[in-house]
């Protein structure tokens, strides 16, 4: 472990807030190899935070033997999402007095001066607008190129001395820069601060994956997952043995895809199997009444969501949302499951607790449920989904199925409660052209 990751494990309070009054912030020192004559120099390394910012490390390296030295200023968090723009207009010296962070990503531009320093060009660096201009930098040997370069530098000279305004623009698509802004936290009309998503290129420079690649794997990944079985490991729910989980991506003809999900205990011989929509909560809810007349009616296909409840008016019955959880099978086979769920595995109906009244109720129900599969006798079997995930097979498509009728509704405050939709927000997110 490095020393800085060492130092961000003993807590947050390692990082202090920029002070020339904090006396307890002591750089860490360590002995480094000096790159210019190979002798050991020494490092020091500073964890700060600029306020209403974010932390850097600062480091300082000086050799005492060839008298080099080196400083460098480097984001302890990671590339953003978003790349950021600042343009500060300097219209006094007191502008000059600013604390700018310039990550080595960034590039600097003042468009009066037409002049810029490319990303990638410089090591990242955190000082104030004032520094020292060192005319040897500009030496040349041709003359007609000195005259520029001192012409260049007499107009750096006189935007040091704000003799005339200028601008000053850093562009930085790791979103790791930074020019104060003092007036903090109120807004400074002198400082513009434009967030903006990266291109293509912009991401490969960062050594990020380009958004067209991005695209082009997520579809391919997507047909992979329609054509392939997937598998991961998982746990037993009911033994807790190491098992596995199969996860198929299917798409259901004129509805949508869904995600099965099986599993199987090598151990106990358990099986579960799960289906979740693939796609998202419709603005609408769904109510879907299927009158069942005839035994073919038992072969459609039918996917019932976990936010689906199942009424049968005739029998009076009606399943929640949070019962059986999501299925993707047929009428039969939920008609089955009901019975399975409310006459052989009740354990109101077995042991000494049972009574002999609501075992022959519960008994006569699946009597019931049996009539209903052999078609003797007709009833409505209705799925309503406040979620819009639902779905029973049309044998009739793309025509109307004159036995089945399908409703579109709005879901009341008490439905939205139950699927987590009152709390969550989705407004206000849009981008921000310019903030502080």
Not at 37 to 65: D, M, W
Not at 76 to 96: E, F, M, N
Not at 177 to 203: I, M
Not at 255 to 266: H, L, P, R, S
């Amino acid at each position: 472990m490095s020393v800085i990751e060492e130092e961000r494990v003993r807590g947050d309070g390692v990082f202090k807030d920029i002070s020339a009054d904090d006396d307890d912030a002591q750089p860490t020192v360590i002995d480094s190899l000096c790159m210019n004559c190979y002798q050991n120099g020494t490092t020091r390394l500073l964890l700060t935070k600029i306020p209403f910012f974010k932390e850097l490390i600062v480091s300082s390296f000086t050799c005492a033997h060839c008298s080099w030295s080196n400083t460098e200023v480097q984001a302890a968090g990671r590339i953003q999402d978003r790349g950021v723009c600042y343009t500060l207009k300097v219209t006094s010296k007191q502008d000059l007095n600013r604390e700018v962070v310039k990550s080595d990503s960034a590039s600097a531009r003042i468009p009066e001066l037409d002049f810029e320093i490319p990303a990638f060009t410089q090591k990242g660096c955190m000082s104030i607008g004032q520094r020292k201009i060192n005319p040897t930098t500009f030496q040349a040997t041709d003359p007609e190129v000195a005259e520029k370069i001192d012409e260049f530098v007499g107009k750096l000279k006189k935007l040091k001395d704000v003799e005339c305004e200028f601008t000053l623009v850093i562009d930085d698509p790791s979103g790791n820069s930074f020019v104060e802004n003092p007036l903090a936290p109120q807004q400074d009309q002198d400082l513009c601060v434009s967030f903006y998503t990266r291109t293509p290129q912009q991401n490969a420079q960062l050594g990020i994956q380009a958004g067209q690649e991005e695209e082009d794997t997520t579809g391919s990944d997507l047909e992979t997952m329609r054509n392939e079985v997937l598998m991961f490991n998982t746990n037993c729910p009911e033994c807790n043995a190491p098992a596995s989980t199969n996860m198929k991506l299917v798409q259901i003809p004129h509805f949508k895809e869904v995600i099965i999900m099986a599993t199987n205990c090598d151990s106990c011989g358990h099986r579960t199997n799960e289906v979740k929509s693939g796609g998202a909560t419709e603005e609408l809810g769904t109510r879907i009444s299927l009158h069942l007349t005839d035994p073919s009616d038992m072969s459609r296909d039918l996917l019932k969501s976990e936010t689906c409840c199942v009424l049968i008016p005739e029998l009076e019955f009606e399943l929640g949302m949070a019962a059986l959880g999501g299925k993707f099978t047929t009428v039969e086979g939920l008609l089955k499951d009901i019975k399975d769920l409310v006459v052989s595995k009740n354990p109101f109906i077995c042991g000494d607790s049972a009574s002999s009244d609501r075992t022959q109720k519960l008994e006569a129900f699946g009597e019931k449920i049996d009539q209903v599969i052999s078609g003797a006798t007709p009833v409505h079997l209705i799925l309503d989904d406040p979620a819009g995930n639902s779905y029973v097979q049309n044998i009739y498509a793309p025509d109307a199925d004159p036995e089945m009728k399908v409703e579109k509704y709005t879901r009341t405050f008490e439905q939205n409660e139950d699927l987590g939709l009152n709390d969550m927000k989705t407004e206000g997110y849009e981008q921000v052209d310019c903030e502080t």
